[in-house]
């Protein structure tokens, strides 16, 4: 080990290798994980010890922040001794980082089926493209920056689907002593986030209206060249929840809401994997499949059922 090389010149290498690997938003995720977490702590140091980063996690977790958000900052960590080891210029330091146990983990905030109908008929009543991007969302599951990237080419109506093949987001760049944001286009999020969703008939019969005599380049939300961003199209959601009397939600809840309806209707968990565009099925099963004591109970029936 080159007992001169700090953490700091370490992460600088790393960083400008990884770039070339990654997308756009992620380098500019690992950029804000480095910048104001991992360097401030650790860019003087020589190794990164177990002891240390367990200080840094106990103490980012008492700043407020999520144990997602910090295992986050472990995993930069991590990708860093990685590459120090690998390029000889940091000793290989073994980790076994706790984390206080969580007392309760919470469950994603849906609408309820009276709520999602009243707002469904609240569109249905006063179509708008803006309007119709919300109903869309509850009817496919998809995320709002794949729906401010959505175009009326992606909308097939030949058969019936919307292609989903970008996303909208906007990205922290560091350049040099500058900092700002860019909106960007980028691809969607996982490999599995590229899919096709049928249109069901219902939403079908919105979308027609709009849809016809429009530019397969447009976009859909705005019926124009350019898009909205995801800030501008959550605070317009906001707006009409309080306009229609609904409680407030976040604009991911659209998503969460199609899926349970989704687990609810018995849908088997696979296909509403697919849906939602997830990278494998135990994200599916770990945010939205919570048995209540009935079902436990019937499973455990079923279960002796077969033994007789």
Not at 73 to 80: E, G, T
Request: hydrophobic fraction near 35%; aromatic fraction near 6%; include cysteine.
């Amino acid at each position: 080990m080159n007992k001169k090389t700090t953490i700091g010149e370490v992460a600088a290498r790393w960083k400008k290798e990884k770039q070339q690997y990654v997308k756009q938003s992620s380098f500019s995720a690992y950029e804000l994980i480095l910048e104001n977490h991992v360097l401030p702590a650790f860019a003087k140091s020589k190794r990164l010890k177990e002891e240390d980063v367990q200080a840094f996690v106990l103490q980012k977790l008492q700043s407020g922040l999520s144990q997602n958000t910090v295992k986050d900052m472990v995993v930069v960590l991590k990708m860093i001794q990685r590459f120090g080891v690998k390029n000889h210029l940091l000793d290989y330091q073994e980790w076994n980082i706790k984390y206080p146990t969580e007392r309760m983990k919470q469950e994603p905030v849906v609408f309820s089926i009276a709520h999602q109908r009243k707002l469904m008929q609240h569109i249905q009543k006063n179509l708008t493209n803006r309007n119709l991007g919300i109903l869309i969302c509850l009817n496919t599951g998809m995320r709002i920056g794949e729906v401010c990237a959505l175009k009326w080419g992606d909308i097939d109506l030949n058969q019936d689907v919307i292609r989903v093949t970008r996303t909208l987001e906007r990205i922290y760049l560091i350049e040099g002593e500058r900092r700002h944001t860019q909106l960007i286009l980028n691809t969607p999020k996982t490999k599995n986030s590229a899919r096709e969703i049928p249109i069901s008939n219902n939403l079908l019969k919105s979308i027609r209206p709009l849809k016809k005599g429009t530019d397969d380049n447009h976009y859909m939300l705005t019926n124009d060249t350019k898009p909205i961003e995801p800030r501008i199209y959550r605070k317009y959601f906001k707006r009409l929840l309080q306009e229609i009397g609904l409680p407030e939600m976040k604009f991911h809840g659209l998503r969460h809401s199609f899926a349970t309806r989704c687990i609810e209707s018995l849908c088997d968990y696979k296909t509403v994997s697919a849906l939602l565009g997830h990278a494998n099925i135990s994200t599916t099963l770990d945010l939205y499949v919570h048995p209540n004591l009935a079902q436990k109970k019937k499973c455990i029936n079923r279960m002796l059922k077969g033994l007789e």
